[in-house]
């Protein structure tokens, strides 16, 4: 007897949001409204999801308006973040666009009196035999879509897909080209007010006391606000904000703050913290005694996220409503957090997303959001545009978290691995908005009656995890060990950072490799393919390697490496292949990547995306490191967290192993771990020293150098 199949389900974000009208609108005639509830953060995501719904629809993908989400209007899909707004909004939308057409079909064959099997949709036009025809703007009036999503709908196979897997222009760009104002940096409401936050320069001081007097004299001054230990001005100007809030720095008492770490040690300050152990994952298998084993450390710094622009919101009152303007990327979780703070009805709060200039994971756009409210209590029902300084962007907003690996290898007498042990010590990786019972927000921690500061958490091992991203091999070795040790204090704040500890995890395990190829005189191509049994993670390897013709001959001052793994082992496979030069610096000349993202709903989004991701990771490796003495943070400026200049960016040459038939997984944060880890590798080949501690600078070749004779 056959068993039945399972019974259809609606995808996770529609299950959540059934509702048709939420997603899916004809507001005028010829034009289509889709409301996702993801948001642009420069990824492309909104053009990718108009070309599914433009595929569902059989409508020009000219016609369709993406709507930003809002708390009052767009479906709440989470945060944007994980690279998994294809997966989740894309899956969605395609299923809620296949049943917004099937019941237009069902209507269109009532009115039109031919049966719904012989209809066609063509750019929004319904037509049939015998030239009938009618449209979805015809019928919009007749035809509800305030109904709930069914699981029955069926929606298009890849192959009769007209507008995915093509690239297409993003529809984004446009504003930004014509310098419309797309980002809230550029928006400008009536009757705008202007607005600035103290804080101080010391990790976890309070404010003791504030002499008001001189700033109060300040021309165009509208209100001083201060509550507890938040304190701020608000103004007709943004000149005359900062003139007061300048005057206000030099009036402020502190008290002493907590000490930071050292900086020259993260990994004896993480290893000697209090922490939450988890065992990962465990293989086990009857081996052999170990001929040998290596033990080795990796270590990568805090990063800030370095947003091009600081944070920035917008907030307005009206009675006990208020509505702010925001580039968070989860509006709902930070109307939550809102709620809690000034103690009101969510209802009664609207958080509505525009697009910033740069960030992937928690920096200050929530925490700005919450200044922009209390600020402007003081401003009656006029709106307040609070922008926070790059001093302020450096010091106070959440990093990506420092992190120590320690990595275990058993080796048999021929240099093979037989046993795997893999430790990381870290902070939390997520302390977003909205997933606790006490808010996440800076401002928050400043208050009369203020919430203690949140330590954060990582997400579970299902959902990819935090700090043990990406920890557990997908290579076949016999047996491993992964084991994630927490830190239960954070002296140094972090959040969510582009792939939280993924980099650091997939830099440990692929440096590791290398090593071992090395003691064996195996080619590491070889090597990883001989411990792979997963095809697909093959073929990206393989085809990154031939696209950089690996290996050229060997000359001097040039080095390669290679670098691979699977996002969460569950999302994309990326492989990269790096050549740098080792001169006076490490300089990379070019980043040779190949990935897997099932179907790629546009492919040059998804080579966006992956060139994007390596350039960053370059800076990560070769750059960037938050820099703070005992007391304070010190890279405040970008002479003091340099980033990659143009000058240095690398050719990045990509290569799309295109896959029609397999479910899209998202592209943002695929290249960095292999990058990382082909960078280092190719610094290996050049120079012959490994450098186990993030960035790579002339100082840690030196030091690896001393080491090694």
Sequence with gaps: MTAASPAPKLPVSLAANPRLSSWVNFPGKGRVAISPGKVEIGQGIVTALAQVAADELDVEITRIEMIRASTATSPNEGVTSGSLSIQQSGRALRHACAEVRQRFLAAASERLGVDASLLSVEDGTISGPGNVRTSYWELAGDVSLDHDATA???????????????????????????????????????????????????????????????ARAVSGLVAIVREGSFAGVVADSEAAAEAALKILRKTATWSAGEALPDEDDLAGFLRSQPVETTVIDTRTATTQKAARTLRRQYTRPYIAHGSIAPSCAMAQWDGDRVHVWTHSQGVYLLRADLAIVLKLPAEDIVVEHMEGAGCYGHNAADDVALDAVLLAKAAGDRPVRVQWSRHDEMSHAPFGAAMAIEIEADLDADDEITGWRHAIWSNGHAARPGRATQPALLAATEI???????????????????????????????????????????????????????????????????????????????????????????????????????????????????????????????????????????????LTLAVDVGEAINPDGVINQIEGGAIQATSWVLKERVRFDRTRITSTSWTDYPILGFSEVPVVDVEIIQRPEIESVGAGEAAHGPVTAAIANAVYDCLGVRVRDLPITRDKIIAAMELAS
């Excluded at 890849?158 to 995915?164: D, I, K, N, S």
């Excluded at 984004?172 to 080209?177: F, L």
């Excluded at 002296?491 to 997939?506: D, I, M």
Aim: hydrophobic share 40%; aromatic share 6%; glycine share 8%.
């Design 448 to 590: 009369a009656n203020p919430y203690p500061r949140m330590i954060s958490t990582n997400p579970a091992p299902a959902n990819g995890g935090g700090g043990d991203r990406n920890s557990v091999p997908l290579y076949d070795f016999p047996a491993w060990t992964i084991t994630s040790h927490r830190l239960l204090t954070m002296p140094v704040r972090t959040s969510a950072l582009r792939t939280l500890g993924a980099q650091g995890n997939v830099f440990a395990i692929e440096s590791l490799l290398d090593e071992i190829a090395a003691l064996r005189s195996e080619d590491p191509i070889e090597f990883r393919l001989r411990h792979l049994r997963d095809e697909r993670a093959k073929d990206v390897i393989r085809a990154a390697a031939r696209r950089a013709r690996w290996k050229p001959q060997k000359r001097a001052g040039i080095g390669h490496g290679v670098g691979f793994a699977r996002y969460k082992n569950m999302g994309a496979y990326c492989a990269a292949i790096a050549e740098i030069e080792g001169d006076d610096d490490i300089r990379v000349k070019r």
């Design 152 to 214: 029955g709908a069926t929606a298009k196979s890849a192959a009769e897909r007209a507008v995915a897997g093509h690239s297409i222009q993003r529809v984004d760009i446009p504003d930004k080209v014509f310098a419309r104002p797309r980002f809230i940096h550029d928006r400008a409401l009536p009757g705008q007010l202007h607005g600035r936050v103290l804080r101080p320069d010391v990790s976890g001081a309070k404010l003791i006391a504030l002499d008001e007097t001189d």
